[in-house]
């Protein structure tokens, strides 16, 4: 992995990282990662002596945001990881790597003394963890160093952390010293996308054209704002309703939100044969409405039947769809094994709910995503779907939990199949 020579705001960064704490914070691919590596690096070489250790939110992502890159840096020589014994040998030293991504996390660092600290996405950590971490940094000159992306500006991090810093090198490049005498050791970078040179114009478009609206905001310009208001601001139903299908050319999945009290809702997801997705077709079961619920077998005899005789658009007397996928509401674990008995083959969703939105969000923006009109849960959800304010408040990212069936299993389809259909869309508007 070539590293090309740090310029403006990536060197001062280094310079400056002195402090007890040390944060590159701020939008995606800007650099923050490589400059936080490099000054790890740095520090497993000359530190104090003394047990090191490194985070992520889980072993796996910290494996794949850092430790690869370090050894596409230095070579497999000398940065050996031993996957399964949670341990990372660098430069000739011993560092442990745990993940962090519950409140349970706190018990695999007590009782430990840490001479150095790297810290990989912090904001997805739980608060227990990262206060129990800075006790652990207790030998003479320890220092902890992270990264994180911008969440939202109530976030604990933010407030308790990010605010009191000691030393901001702002978006602007600025170098703005605390007269907070209660301000923290704590040395923060901020970075947006146009602090890494290295990146085409290309890309940078691309990227810009991937986050709109809130997530534009932070991952782009590295700004840390509250998720309010409408999800999909985007949604346009006389630009994103369609009364007519082209030719499908790949049945991609079919999508499920399993519900007994609530509705159940399956969604198919198409790639049509212009380059961009379509929600062709939506089967929904109301069991208040109904006044009756269904069991795991009725519902699979019902969607089954349901996807045998749906018209392929151009065709109508042709009936019957095969998706590729079946993608089911990870909690259903009893309709997945009906399913499994049913002879299909289902897989447990991807339930990575923000990530699923900014996917959703930026497909709707660049009109690659369209719905049919007969999706009428999915187009009635869609308009109404928010934040909720309460969450926000306490710096939570969340959706209201509220009229979501549909939008959830299209969701899932969406977000699980990812890798199947986005080689495949548009190139154009790609």
């Known amino acids: 992995m070539a590293v090309t020579p740090l310029v403006g705001k990536q060197r001062e960064s280094l310079r400056l990282a002195t402090a007890r704490w040390n944060i590159w914070e701020g939008a995606v691919r800007s650099s923050k990662t490589v400059c936080s590596i490099l000054n790890w690096l740095r520090y497993v070489r000359t530190g104090p002596s003394g047990n090191l250790l490194m985070v992520g939110k889980t072993e796996r992502t910290l494996k794949r945001n850092v430790i690869d890159p370090i050894q ?15 341990e990372l040998d660098l430069f000739g030293r011993t560092i442990y790597t745990v993940g962090a991504n519950n409140e349970l996390a706190s018990d695999k660092i007590k009782g430990l003394t840490l001479s150095g600290a790297y810290c990989d996405e912090v904001t997805t950590y739980p608060q227990s963890f990262f206060s129990m971490l800075g006790t652990r940094l207790s030998t003479d000159g320890a220092q902890g160093f992270g990264t994180t992306n911008p969440e939202g500006p109530n976030h604990w991090f933010k407030k308790d952390y990010l605010d009191r810093a000691s030393l901001h090198l702002t978006r602007d490049g600025r170098i703005v010293e605390s007269a907070d005498p209660g301000a923290l050791d704590l040395h923060r970078f901020t970075f947006q996308l146009a602090d890494n040179p ?70 198919v997801l198409g790639l049509g044969a212009d380059g961009r997705l379509y929600l062709t077709n939506e089967w929904r079961y109301d069991s208040k409405a109904a006044r009756r619920s269904l069991t795991d077998h009725e519902y699979s005899e019902r969607l089954r ?103 959830d299993a299209g969701r899932y389809v969406l977000k699980t199949t990812e890798a199947l259909w986005r080689p495949h869309l548009l190139e154009a508007a790609a």
């Open 198 to 267: 290295t990146l085409s114009a290309s890309y940078v478009d691309a990227l810009k054209r991937e986050y709109v609206g809130l997530f534009y905001r932070r991952f782009v310009l590295g700004e840390w704002v509250l998720a309010q208001g409408a999800i999909y601001d985007m949604w346009d139903p006389d630009r994103h309703v369609v009364d007519i299908l082209p030719r499908i050319d790949r049945w991609i999945g079919l999508g499920v939100d399993y519900g007994t009290v609530n509705p159940f809702a399956g969604l």
């Open 305 to 407: 039947g349901w996807l045998a005789r749906i018209p392929h658009p151009g065709a109508p007397s042709v009936l019957g769809v095969h998706p590729e996928w079946t993608v089911v509401d990870p909690s259903a674990a009893s309709f997945v094994a009906q399913l499994y008995r049913d002879g299909l083959s289902p897989t447990l969703a991807d339930n990575s709910v923000l990530d699923g939105i900014r996917l959703i969000s930026s497909l709707l923006a660049a009109g690659l995503l369209l719905v049919h009109r007969s999706c009428a849960g999915w187009i009635e959800e869609v308009g109404g779907y928010s934040w909720d304010d309460k969450a926000a408040a306490k710096g939570e990212d969340r959706p209201i939990k509220d009229a979501d069936h549909s939008l």
């Open 72 to 86: 596409e840096m230095v070579g497999k020589r000398r940065c050996r990881y031993r996957e399964g014994a949670g």
